[in-house]
């Protein structure tokens, strides 16, 4: 991250209830930040690239980032034990366009003038699953951002400094620009990348909230 945020202060955080090793099933450094911050103990272990592919033109953004998300988290199950897995996707959606991670410049700049001067939604799917007891939990958190109009000078110099890369929607709420505003209160961590308010109630919840994982699966 370019400097530290105020989000990045008392960030919620619970003990993992199987007591198992915490494996974020994800390379996201923005992810990895937020639990730091938090102060979370927890191994990196990314999904494969494969992991994220698969489109279905009849999801919702909802949908899609819940499944992408289940499969980072199967992804990573295959490969470890005694583990609690997660994984996280995010989406940005605008006029009822999906947007996800710009695939060059040119990509980054079509999303920017499309979100520019309009109000649109940022959803992170978030998936835990304990290798232990095989039980696996997964929701979805939505965040409304209302983004300034843009003048062709400023999506320029944005797009010249790489920032966009690797990010849902071309920008990065954490690189502190003055032309992106939450609406409504909701979860600023959430736009970052990972809900920290939703998982914390998550980790408390999780022995009520999760089920157990057909074995297929494994």
């Known amino acids: 991250m370019s400097k530290p945020l105020p989000l990045m202060n008392g960030l919620p955080r619970t003990k993992i209830p199987t007591g198992e090793p915490l494996v974020l099933a994800s390379g996201s450094p923005r992810r990895a930040e937020l ?16 992991a ?10 909802t949908e ?49 003038r499309l979100l520019s001067g309009q109000k649109h939604d940022v959803f992170t799917g978030v998936c835990v699953w304990s ?9 979805v958190v939505q965040s409304r951002l209302e983004m300034s109009p843009l003048s062709d000078e400023a999506i320029g110099e944005y797009l010249d400094s790489g920032k966009w890369e690797g990010k849902a929607g071309g920008f990065g709420y954490q690189d502190g620009n003055d032309w992106i505003q939450i609406v409504e209160n909701d979860s600023e961590s959430n736009v970052v990348g990972l809900p920290m308010e939703r998982l914390a109630e998550i980790l408390e919840n999780f022995s009520s909230l999760a089920d157990k994982v057909q074995k297929e699966v494994r």
């Not at 102060?39 to 494969?48: D, I, L, N, R, S």
């Not at 994220?52 to 953004?61: I, L, M, N, Q, R």
């Not at 290798?131 to 929701?139: I, K, R, S």
Request: hydrophobic content about 40%; aromatic content about 8%; some cysteine.
């Open 131 to 139: 290798t232990g007891t095989n039980q696996c939990y997964f929701d």
């Open 35 to 50: 639990l730091k911050a938090a102060g979370y103990e927890f191994e990196v272990c990314p999904a494969a690239d494969s």
């Open 52 to 61: 994220e592919c698969g489109v279905d033109y009849k999801e919702t953004v």
């Open 64 to 112: 899609m980032v819940a499944r992408l998300a289940f499969q980072k988290a199967v992804d990573v199950v295959r490969r470890r034990k005694r583990s609690f897995i997660l994984a996280a996707d995010t989406l940005a959606a605008c006029g009822g366009k999906i947007l996800g991670k710009p695939a060059d410049r040119d990509d980054a700049e079509s999303m920017l």
